[in-house]
């Protein structure tokens, strides 16, 4: 399994599993674009995404509808991209004065600081990290889930004959549309969280995930007020003004758009790419928002 990063051969295959539906893709060998996707709906509590629990309470169904989706669009490719919900990975931002270089030692180090930080055994953890040092400091991202639950996710692809090379969470996944080089923030909901992520000169500045009590029904105002604080966390902290907004998910874009560009004076758009009907052969209206992690993670 990898989280966060790539494998030395990008696969030209990713799969979005959410609470509702599986969503698959398929890129082009030679061109940066995706040559088709399809999504298969989910019933209710197929999955049930955590962090502190089985995660997939119906392998049969799941199986099913990756088995369908994936056969519309596979060809002959087996790799795969697998982009599972934000609730089922936690994403840290560690700042360390020194770290070994060795990777089993970097690992050591890692794992221990995020001992009191995590609701699980971090001992029993699946975790992957990127490790960037300058300036006499070492930033890393580390990536982190119960080894049990990935599990759960993998074995549903390997049953159905893929081979699961790359494992992301979606709001990572996503930010591969998202253009970091000026302080940016991307705000990305799903039923069950609000992630919100800050990025400068192609850096994670800060990651924060969020319970969404209200589901599919949180409201614009109610979106800004979770917002305002990391915006200004970030801001005072790097002492840099946030010029861009992306906002994606399940979020009322016309509504929140004009209350963070007031409270912020920033550029707020959605989180999507762009996609022509030709592409969706499943003939399901999929929103362009619920496209972001699959486009992120094959193009970005």
Do not use: W
Request: glycine letters at 6%.
């Amino acid at each position: 399994m990898a989280l966060l990063k790539h494998s030395a051969t990008r696969p030209l295959l990713a799969c979005e599993i959410t609470l509702d539906r599986v969503i698959t893709a398929r890129c082009s060998e030679q061109l940066p674009r995706l040559d088709a996707y399809t999504s298969r709906k989910l019933d209710p509590g197929v999955i049930t995404p955590g962090l502190n629990g089985p995660n997939v309470v119906n392998g049969e169904a799941l199986r099913a509808a990756i088995s369908s989706g994936l056969a519309s669009v596979a060809g002959k490719s087996k790799d795969i991209v697998v982009i599972v919900p934000d609730a089922a990975v936690r994403v840290l931002l560690l700042d360390f004065d020194s770290l070994p270089t060795k990777p089993q030692e970097t690992e050591a180090v890692i794992r221990f600081r995020m001992k009191k930080s995590l609701p699980f055994d971090v001992e029993l953890a699946a975790i992957s990290y990127d490790v960037r040092r300058g300036n006499g400091t070492v930033h890393a991202v580390a990536a982190v889930t119960p080894r049990n639950i990935v599990e759960e996710y993998e074995s549903a692809f390997r049953d159905a004959g893929y081979t699961p090379g790359v494992v992301l969470p979606s709001a990572l996944a996503a930010l591969g549309i998202v253009d970091g080089d000026r302080p940016t923030l991307m705000v990305k909901v799903d039923p069950l969280n609000i992630t919100i992520i800050a990025a400068e000169h192609q850096e994670l500045r800060l990651v924060r995930t969020l319970e969404n009590p209200r589901g599919a029904e949180v409201t614009a105002s109610e979106l800004a007020d979770a917002v305002l604080p990391s915006l200004v966390f970030f801001e005072d902290t790097f002492a840099a003004h946030v010029e861009q907004i992306y906002v994606g998910g399940i979020v009322p874009t016309a509504e929140l758009a004009p209350l963070l560009e007031q409270q912020t004076h920033a550029k707020v758009q959605e989180l999507a790419p762009e996609l022509s009907s030709e592409q969706n052969i499943s003939g399901e209206t999929v929103p362009a928002s619920m496209m972001a992690g699959l486009v992120g993670a094959l193009l970005g």
